[in-house]
């Protein structure tokens, strides 16, 4: 069963729980997946294929960690509290994400590789090294891990 299809049917479960949170972040990310559908010229009621349907879950993750920290920073912790809630909703249906641990020996084996010893090559670095972990690991903890090597 893919993705899509999979958030559309945990919609009715989520209506029987009673689960306010979850029935609301479930409908937003179909809505999300239609809006992806109709946005790439086909029939609405379409799914998804598991890599569009990723990249979908991943910005709306994106979002909510977005708001998160914007409300955090405005004084507003209250705000963040359903924003975290629906965050953790839609990372339960990410993919695990390699920790900074992981990326350390894959980014020195590259770095090995490719002979990069220098700041100047950073940017080529991470890029090569982002193709690499494509869709396992975050860009921030990659770009994290590669400031660390090379200062």
């Known amino acids: 069963m893919s993705l899509h ?7 009715p479960d989520a209506l029987r729980a009673h689960d306010e949170v979850q029935l609301r972040t479930l409908r937003s990310l179909v ?9 790439k010229k086909r029939k609405p009621d379409e799914l998804l294929a598991d890599e569009e349907a990723l990249a979908v ?3 709306a993750a994106s979002q909510r960690k977005d708001s998160i920290e914007q409300f955090l920073k405005g004084g507003r912790p209250e705000l963040a509290v359903p924003e975290e809630a629906e965050l953790a909703i839609i990372e339960s249906y990410l993919p695990v994400m390699m920790s900074r641990e992981d990326i350390i020996p894959i980014a020195k ?6 002979g ?3 700041k100047a090559d950073a940017g080529k670095f991470t890029g090569t090294l982002m193709k690499e ?3 396992k690991a975050d860009g921030g903890d990659v770009k994290a891990v590669v400031d660390s090597l090379l200062s």
């Open 5 to 11: 299809e999979t958030l559309k049917k945990s919609i």
């Open 31 to 39: 809505a999300a997946m239609t809006n992806e559908v109709v946005a």
């Open 57 to 59: 879950l991943k910005r």
């Open 109 to 114: 084996a590259k770095m090995a590789e490719l």
């Open 116 to 118: 990069i010893s220098s």
């Open 133 to 135: 972990l494509k869709g």
